[in-house]
Nanobody, 122 residues
Framework: VQLQASGGGLVQAGGSLRLSCAAS????????MGWIRQAPAKEREFVAA????????SYADSVKGRFTISRDKGKNTVYLQMNSLKPEDTAVYYC????????????????WGQGTLVTVSS
């Protein structure tokens, strides 16, 4: 599985962005997908994950109620809709894939995209 993230940019606090992660590979539909972020001088942090069927989701407490993860199997794409953005959301956001849900949520995913930078100004 190869992953290509896009959609990052500069936004003011309170604004919105939608990240996309396009996956290639015939087994994409079998993988759990997620977003992990890394802020400057900080460790990687789990953000959100969605199960391979699309029915199960999980969010970090810091983004619950503001971010929504979804997937379009027909387009082999996973999305992260980010609303009510805060300066502390500033980070490089990576999409990730793993058949094992625990590995994905615990930031040890098998496949990673290249990351897209989100900057939220105050």
């Amino acid at each position: 599985v190869q992953l290509q993230a896009s959609g990052g940019g500069l936004v003011q606090a309170g604004g919105s962005l939608r990240l996309s992660c396009a996956a290639s590979g015939r087994t994409f539909s079998m993988y759990n997908m997620g977003w992990i972020r890394q802020a400057p001088a900080k460790e990687r942090e789990f953000v959100a994950a969605i199960g391979w069927t699309g029915s199960a989701t999980s969010y970090a407490d810091s983004v619950k109620g503001r971010f929504t993860i979804s997937r379009d199997k027909g387009k082999n794409t996973v999305y992260l809709q980010m609303n009510s953005l805060k300066p502390e959301d500033t980070a490089v956001y990576y999409c990730a894939a793993d058949m094992n849900w625990s590995d994905l949520v615990q930031r040890g995913a098998e496949f990673w995209g290249q990351g897209t930078l989100v900057t939220v100004s105050s």
